[in-house]
């Protein structure tokens, strides 16, 4: 048993077929676990599996985030002094996940909490728009109604026209397209616009133009994961 637990925030790939956005040390500290909160048990599995195909998955024990009574739990291990793994669906543990509740946490409980290098599709995006990257806020889903969207977009193009504020959002992928279209229509023509798709792989797609040079051709994002930034 160690002296003290140890809290790991542990990256996995954004795409499957990238695993070589992780650094190789990712497979030696997990292997250093003894609890795991994951956010999805089943594709956790099958990513440690990809990291060693001789992992011993059933030595670790496994919490999954959304269970009821999860965060006594986790402050049980931290009480037994466990080294423990926090691991999300896809990019860094703690951004726009789950795992942000079970962090904070364990800094309520002041022991030892390690975030490892590991891809965010935020901050890739964010990269790769050109935009400013010093002020900038991700805001996660738009409103869903088309009334409460469409005043959102205008307010966040008042923002950052205002601030000069980078604005990050996403949306469900089998309704990007229809977000597009609505940008397209809200946003004033020279606002950039900023398409990040399928972020690390092969057919990753990161692009800046203003609004009034998007309607010229608009790229077809159904199911497709994105990234959406803007800049007034």
């Not at 440690?48 to 059933?58: A, M, Q």
């Not at 037994?80 to 726009?96: F, H, L, M, N, T």
């Not at 133009?209 to 994105?226: A, E, F, I, Y």
């Amino acid at each position: 048993m160690s002296d003290t637990a140890v809290v790991y925030l542990i990256p996995t790939w954004i795409d499957e077929s990238a695993p070589q956005t992780l650094p190789a040390y990712i497979l030696e500290i997990v292997q250093q676990c003894q609890d795991l909160f994951v956010e999805n048990e089943r594709t956790t599995r099958r990513f440690l599996k990809s990291l060693r195909k001789e992992i011993v998955i059933d030595s670790f024990n496994w919490y999954r985030m959304d269970e009821e009574g999860v965060e006594t739990t986790f402050r049980q291990s931290i009480r037994s002094k466990r080294v423990i793994g926090i691991i999300s669906e896809a990019g860094c543990p703690g951004i726009a996940d789950p795992g942000q509740a079970l962090v904070a946490i364990a800094q309520e409980m002041q022991v030892l909490v390690r975030p490892l290098v590991g891809p965010s599709s935020i901050l890739l995006a964010l990269m790769g728009s050109g935009m400013n990257g010093q002020s900038f806020t991700f805001h996660g889903y738009l409103p869903i109604d088309a009334s409460a969207r469409n005043q959102a977009i205008r307010a966040l193009e008042q923002d950052s026209l205002k601030h000069q504020r980078t604005q990050l959002f996403i949306e469900t992928p089998y309704r990007n397209n229809a977000l597009l279209q609505a940008l397209l229509q809200l946003l004033q023509p020279g606002t950039r616009l900023c398409i990040a798709a399928d972020i690390t792989a092969p057919t990753q797609f990161i692009q800046t133009k203003t609004v009034s040079d998007w309607k010229k051709q608009q790229p077809d994002l159904h199911k497709r994961p994105v990234l959406f930034l803007i800049q007034a």
